[in-house]
């Protein structure tokens, strides 16, 4: 598995053990950003921060995955920005609506880790990323 | 529960209201007050008789096999009046391919009833071999799940039974099962509560019991040290001080013992095979034991054999053990009369045996309670019980050593006869000639030791033991020191205290080691009981450990140890290390998070203790959630639980963290997301339990 220092990953999630876990893998091949809600992860992009990857959770207090989602996808400059939602929620109405709101891929947790890699890596190559 | 019933291929008739009537009155049968056999022949026989049909199989579904099967529970058959259960031949009926028809059927609550000839071939194929010409099937649901179903063969064709009928006919399987299963789970949970109530009634024995192995000598110590003070004899003291010493030195025992017992259950003995005076080494014994005879008014007889060896091979401290806890047992029991203790030596088949044997004049034990007496803790209930109460581990204790040192004992004795155990220990060699021992103590005398420790008591002790042997030391008081003594001096041995500040033992043995290879023999002496220890002091370099408080014999036992036996220690602590560090689990699994970590153990570490934090802290909300009824909490909560449950192995919705999910979000009963959060709370505070376990290893 490859390392890509210049690609940044914003990982979204309010739960402290889940974030802790995702950042210590990924960290491992991209420069990576915690934030533990919608909300502050808005705040941060429209700071200026411009990540190449997203993941994020989909209920989290504030603002959670789908208004986040959706309010990303407004802005010019993250239209394209690949978004990964990881959820405990198996359902495939959840998964529809991810999708159809923009979101690139859905992954429910508790996820195999190298399957988000390949994937994340999979679309950041799609987009000219890497 | 009343299902549905769809009017598929099949159509219904009026029914009768007698017919209604008859099935209804089946349904008491399940309220009886008899067996479950009985239940259902009679039900079967009273319905077959209402349907006047042929035969009635009840099936039961199985949902874990990959396509799933059925297995036949019970058969009745109205021409022999017989009820067959679990027929073999259909103890594992797959749907397909005769029955996928009326599995997606019956599993959505349909009922079948239909003319043999009005089916589809491939069921005609299967039915017609059991000479039936009318089918009727009911599904049976327990709690909302499709459980089997009621096959009801007719020899001849059939009005359609109507909806009525034919939906009585399924409560009445249904209540069956549920009273049968209701039935059986009561069954259980009482066994449950019983072997629950037993463990606890054995271990409140088992406490009473240790408590009592240890008041005695407790007590002893207390009396003599009272005494001391008053005392002015020099030669009377140093008499008391030797049988406090003796105390304590039971009490250590009975500790150790009690420490042993409850790591694994069993009690392990480490003995030591060392030459030594049996004559003397129980003399103080016998004197303590010869005065609280005497005490009793009891007579007190010692005999040794006049071949008897000066010295034997064995476990002094051990034998002397079971020869205390033996007149113990015979001084409790006797009122009046006395003891005899016999020492004997005899060759056997090439094998030199220890013969030690206690007889006393008291009450006598029944022959039938012979092989209970030994048993752990057990309290003879009988007449007599009250003589019988005191009775604790003592020979267990006896039984244990005398079949670690790979003897036996026997006891012979009759109510109101007396008794007498007879001890029997093979043993490797006697010597004769008490000239060989001198080699031991000379061969102390000319070593040269570095004792190593922080505080200056233990100091004490060991070089007060150094000095009475006549050997060379230095002290050192932390690793520092011990490294400089060590540069300039070549020790024989060094005893090494573990925890010390400046610098441990661990580390101190490293260097050492790496100073001057393997010469000086490194010994810790510490006061941790865990194994784990004993291998992180072997894997230092270290040549052996020995518990704090020791006695000098300990210390002499390991010094005179052969190199070859040393190693093999190591070897056996080793292993069980291994053994150790594979610790099974039953509900978490790290795999995941091992893989995620690819051996970095500060990160396990943290999320492990992120565990600690966020389990209960999301368990309290879900309580206060349930009893404030808030449905959307509780869905909200255990949602964020479950891949936190996942991360350390737990499978959400095995644990019943799905359903709570589910049933909260679907307005679930509260009830029902109660007992699943029982459940979950087990399941995490098991995990938690595993969990430092784990790190323990980690």
């Known amino acids: ?39 502050e992860a808005m705040e941060f992009i429209k700071s200026g921060y411009s990540p190449d990857a997203i993941i994020a959770d989909l209920k989290m207090p504030k603002m959670d995955g789908y208004e986040f989602t959706t309010e990303i996808r407004k802005m010019k400059s993250m239209s394209t920005t690949p978004i990964m939602i ?40 799609r987009t000219g990323k890497i | 529960m009343k299902f549905i019933i769809k009017d598929t291929d099949f159509d219904f008739d009026q029914g009768t209201v007698s017919l209604e009537k008859e099935l209804r009155q089946i349904k008491q049968i399940i309220h009886s007050q008899k067996d479950y056999e ?14 006047t049909c042929e035969s009635i199989h009840l099936f039961r579904h199985k949902d874990n096999v990959d396509d799933g099967a059925f ?63 009318f089918v009727v099937v009911l599904p049976v649901f327990f709690n909302f799940k499709f459980t089997g179903f009621v096959q009801i063969n007719f020899e001849k064709d059939q009005r359609l039974y109507s909806k009525n009928e034919l939906t009585i006919m399924q409560d009445l399987f249904e209540s069956l099962y549920w009273a049968e299963s209701i039935d059986t789970k009561l069954r259980n949970l009482n066994a449950e509560i ?24 407790m007590n002893g110590i207390i009396g003599l040290t009272e005494q001391l003070d008053m005392l002015e004899d020099d030669f009377t003291k140093k008499n008391y001080l030797e049988s ?139 007449a007599d019980s009250r003589t019988f109460a005191g009775i604790g581990a003592g020979l267990t204790i006896v039984k244990d050593l005398v079949q670690a040192m790979r ?49 200056e008591i233990n100091l004490k002790v060991v070089t007060a033991i150094l000095k009475k042997w006549g050997s060379e030391y230095d002290v050192a008081k932390n690793g520092e020191e011990a490294i400089e003594l060590a540069k300039d001096n070549d020790y024989d041995i060094i005893f090494m ?68 036996n040393i190693e093999a220690e190591k070897e056996e602590i080793s292993q069980e290390q291994m053994k150790m560090s594979e610790p099974k689990f039953e509900v978490i699994n790290m795999d995941y998070l091992e893989d995620i970590a690819s051996g970095n153990k500060e990160f396990i570490e943290e999320m492990i203790h992120l565990f600690y934090e966020q389990v209960p802290e999301k368990l309290s909300d879900i309580e206060s959630a349930i009893a404030e009824n808030d449905l959307e909490s509780i869905a909200a909560t255990a949602h964020k639980l479950k891949p936190i449950a996942g991360y350390v192995g737990l499978d959400p919705k095995e644990i019943g963290l799905k359903d709570i999910e589910n049933d909260a979000n679907r307005n679930g009963d509260i009830g029902v997301i109660k007992k699943n959060y029982e459940n979950v709370r087990k399941s995490l505070n098991l995990a938690i339990e595993e969990l430092k376990l784990y790190q323990d290893h980690l």
Not at chain 1, 16 to 33: A, H, N, Q
Not at chain 2, 102 to 115: C, D, E
């Open chain 2, 194 to 217: 019983e072997s629950t109530r037993h463990a606890h009634e054995r271990k409140s024995h088992t406490l009473a019991n240790i408590t009592h192995e240890l008041q005695t000598p």
């Open chain 1, 1 to 39: 598995m490859a390392k890509f220092d210049h690609i940044r990953i914003l990982i979204i999630d309010d739960e402290i053990s889940i974030r802790k876990l995702l950042e210590f893998y990924f960290k491992k091949y991209f420069t990576v950003t915690t934030k533990s809600d919608g909300k």
């Open chain 2, 497 to 564: 205290d573990i925890q010390m500040p400046v610098m441990d033992g661990f580390e101190a043995t490293r260097r050492i080691r790496k100073l001057k290879g393997m010469k000086p023999r490194i010994l810790a002496l510490t006061a941790s009981i865990l194994r784990e220890n004993e291998y992180k002091c072997i894997e230092a370099g270290m040549d052996g450990v020995i518990r704090k408080p020791f006695f000098p014999d300990n210390l002499i036992n390991w010094i005179i140890k052969k190199d070859e």
């Open chain 2, 71 to 133: 297995s036949q529970t019970y058969m009745w058959e109205a021409s022999s009046n017989k009820l067959i259960s679990n027929h073999e031949d259909t103890t594992h009926v797959p749907y397909n391919p005769y029955f996928e028809r009326w599995r997606t059927l019956l599993s959505s609550g349909t009922i079948i009833q239909n003319s043999i000839s009005n089916l589809p071939e491939l069921e005609q194929e299967y039915l017609t071999e059991h000479q039936a010409k």
């Open chain 1, 86 to 125: 990881l959820s405990g929620n198996e359902s495939s109405s959840d998964r529809i609506h991810c999708l159809k709101i923009g979101a690139d891929d859905y992954l429910i947790k508790p996820f195999n880790p190298d399957e988000l890699y390949y994937r994340l890596i999979n679309i950041l190559k």
């Open chain 2, 244 to 382: 406090i010493k003796l105390s304590l030195s039971n009490l250590m025992t009975v500790v150790n013992n009690i420490l042993d017992t409850s790591i694994d259950g069993n009690a392990k003995y480490d003995l030591v095979e060392l030459k030594f005076n049996l004559k003397e080494s129980c003399r103080n014994l016998l004197e303590v034991q010869r005065e609280r005879a005497v005490e009793k008014s009891l007579t007190f007889e010692v005999i040794f054999d006049e071949d008897f060896p000066d010295l034997i091979i064995g476990d002094s401290r051990r034998i002397n053990q079971i020869i205390s806890n033996l007149i113990d047992n015979a001084i409790k029991f006797t009122h009046e009369g006395g003891i005899k203790v016999e020492f004997r030596s005899q060759k056997q088949e090439g094998n030199e045996l220890l013969k030690i044997s206690v007889t006393d004049t008291g009450i006598g034990i029944a022959p039938e309670h012979h092989k209970v007496i030994f048993d752990k803790f057990v309290q003879l209930e009988s």
């Open chain 2, 38 to 51: 009985y239940k259902y022949k009679r039900i079967f026989k009273k319905l077959s008789e209402a349907l």
């Open chain 2, 407 to 455: 003897g036996n004992v026997k006891v012979k004795s009759d109510l109101g006869k007396g008794a007498q155990f007879i001890v029997t220990i093979p043993t490797k060699e006697f010597i004769r000639k008490l000239s060989d021992l001198e080699d031991s103590a000379k061969h102390l005398e000319s070593l040269k030791f570095l004792v190593v420790d922080d505080n």
